[in-house]
């Protein structure tokens, strides 16, 4: 087997591997209100469970994050890391700023209208 075929098996590989992640997604956004249909709770202790489980996997992101922060600071240079989070940081200020904008002044699908 030369080196392009196993290049392009690997490529059909995560291809497929992506599709399915999609799917996947498709039906758990799709079957989501089925859910919380089936819950026979009142709305504030849904609410509730919801606010405790989401802080605790923003909680576990967040220790995530700082451990693979840490270790690549260990791993290569500090300049290297510090590029790779401001360009992260920017992508994610840009974003933010699109939001505000788009709440603050409203969507406009031509450049120049107001």
Do not use: K
């Amino acid at each position: 087997m030369s080196a392009t075929q196993i290049m392009v098996r690997a490529g059909a590989v995560r291809r497929a591997r992506g599709d399915l992640l999609i799917l996947a997604s498709d039906v758990a956004f799709s079957t989501a209100g089925y859910f919380a249909r089936l819950i026979q709770q009142d709305v504030w202790t849904v609410l509730f469970w919801r606010g405790i489980f989401g802080g605790v996997f923003v909680a576990a992101c967040s220790t995530i994050s700082t451990i693979c922060f840490v270790n690549a600071l260990r791993l290569t240079t500090v300049a290297d890391v510090n590029i790779i989070d401001a360009t992260e940081l920017r992508r994610r200020s840009v974003s933010m700023l699109a939001v505000v904008a788009d709440l603050i002044f409203g969507r406009s699908d031509e450049v120049g209208s107001a």
